[in-house]
């Protein structure tokens, strides 16, 4: 059940949110009570950008409380905040602010892959610049999503250029990464930005990686094309004494993070990720079955 947050602060209805419902068949990864909010947080010539907030039941605008932005998938193309809600809620069940927000998208308008990362950027200088009026912490922000979403959110973190002229004046560097079957290398191939130019290189997260880069934990299928940028991401991150993990299911392709059982075994490793920075406390309420599927710990030895 839901209580709808009509406005920061004021008061608390029960009802089921519109932002809240999901696509038939969705599962739900908590049945315990969370409220919701809405914040536009970036005006486009194409429309407004929203960040659509899950916060815990007990939650009130003079907390501090860590805070996860979750980026859906989709090539930069396609895909909607929907895709991240089932974990939305289960963190704030576990007593962080968690939101999933919209970027702008080729199919609906028509933009580019540079646009997206200038929207991510705005995105979480938005929520660091308004963590008063979000119960949050500036200084535990954790980037997260999925696909082409968790490129963004390694991008907030390590991509240099696409800077939007009137961002927030607060750092779009998070403070964590949670990252499922990110692309993280585009070296060689060949992405068109807004202006036309191949852009591929500019928008690489692992080519920027240096010394002080947030703490990260990546998930990905060994069926995945793209496995390899993440051992190489980590291998990286390793020389440079960089905290990564980096988890594997076996066989299992791109996006499998969205399917049960994985759903909620990566949604419970990030959790213990997320406890062992001091995000959350105790252990997981997400239980699994039985006979759940374990991911492989491909990280060795690094974890300085």
């Given at each position: 059940?839901?209580?709808?947050?009509?406005?920061?602060?004021?008061?608390?209805?029960?009802?089921?949110?519109?932002?809240g419902?999901?696509?038939?068949?969705?599962?739900?990864?908590?049945?315990?009570?969370?409220?919701?909010?809405?914040?536009?947080?970036?005006?486009?010539?194409?429309?407004?950008?929203?960040?659509?907030?899950?916060?815990?039941?007990?939650?009130?605008?003079?907390?501090?409380?860590?805070?996860?932005v979750?980026?859906?998938?989709?090539?930069?193309?396609?895909?909607?905040?929907t895709?991240f809600?089932?974990?939305?809620?289960?963190?704030?069940?576990?007593?962080?602010?968690?939101?999933?927000?919209?970027?702008?998208?080729?199919?609906k308008?028509?933009?580019?892959?540079d646009?997206?990362?200038?929207?991510?950027?705005?995105?979480?200088?938005?929520?660091?610049?308004?963590?008063?009026?979000?119960?949050?912490?500036?200084?535990?922000?954790?980037?997260?999503?999925?696909?082409?979403?968790?490129?963004?959110?390694?991008?907030?973190?390590?991509?240099?250029?696409?800077?939007?002229?009137?961002?927030?004046?607060?750092?779009?560097?998070?403070?964590?990464?949670?990252?499922?079957?990110p692309?993280?290398?585009?070296?060689?191939?060949?992405?068109?930005?807004?202006?036309?130019?191949?852009?591929?290189?500019?928008?690489?997260?692992?080519l920027?990686?240096?010394?002080?880069?947030?703490?990260c934990?990546?998930?990905?299928?060994t069926?995945?094309?793209?496995?390899?940028t993440?051992?190489?991401?980590?291998?990286?991150?390793?020389?440079?004494?960089?905290?990564?993990?980096l988890?594997?299911?076996?066989e299992?392709?791109?996006?499998?993070?969205?399917?049960?059982?994985?759903?909620?075994v990566?949604?419970?490793?990030?959790d213990?990720?997320?406890?062992?920075?001091?995000?959350l406390?105790?252990?997981?309420?997400?239980?699994?079955?039985?006979?759940?599927?374990?991911?492989?710990?491909?990280?060795?030895?690094?974890?300085?």
């Amino acid at each position: 059940m839901y209580s709808r947050l009509i406005s920061l602060g004021l008061a608390l209805v029960v009802a089921a949110p519109a932002h809240g419902q999901q696509p038939k068949g969705t599962v739900k990864l908590t049945d315990a009570k969370v409220l919701t909010a809405d914040h536009v947080y970036k005006k486009t010539a194409e429309g407004e950008l929203t960040l659509h907030c899950f916060l815990p039941a007990d939650w009130k605008a003079t907390d501090k409380r860590p805070v996860i932005v979750f980026f859906f998938g989709g090539g930069w193309k396609n895909g909607a905040f929907t895709q991240f809600v089932p974990q939305a809620e289960y963190f704030a069940s576990r007593g962080i602010v968690a939101i999933s927000a919209d970027y702008r998208i080729e199919s609906k308008h028509k933009t580019k892959p540079d646009d997206a990362v200038e929207d991510a950027k705005t995105a979480i200088r938005w929520v660091r610049a308004n963590a008063a009026k979000l119960g949050t912490d500036p200084d535990k922000v954790i980037a997260s999503g999925g696909s082409a979403g968790a490129h963004l959110a390694a991008a907030t973190a390590l991509v240099e250029k696409f800077e939007a002229k009137d961002d927030p004046k607060a750092s779009c560097k998070p403070n964590a990464l949670v990252l499922f079957n990110p692309f993280l290398n585009g070296k060689g191939r060949a992405i068109a930005g807004s202006d036309g130019s191949n852009i591929a290189e500019a928008i690489s997260p692992t080519l920027f990686l240096k010394k002080g880069a947030p703490p990260c934990v990546i998930f990905f299928g060994t069926s995945d094309a793209m496995l390899d940028t993440g051992k190489e991401y980590v291998a990286k991150c390793k020389e440079l004494g960089v905290k990564a993990e980096l988890y594997t299911a076996a066989e299992q392709p791109h996006g499998f993070f969205n399917r049960e059982p994985w759903l909620g075994v990566t949604t419970r490793k990030a959790d213990e990720f997320l406890a062992g920075l001091g995000y959350l406390k105790g252990e997981p309420t997400l239980k699994l079955p039985a006979k759940a599927p374990e991911l492989k710990n491909e990280s060795g030895a690094n974890k300085p």
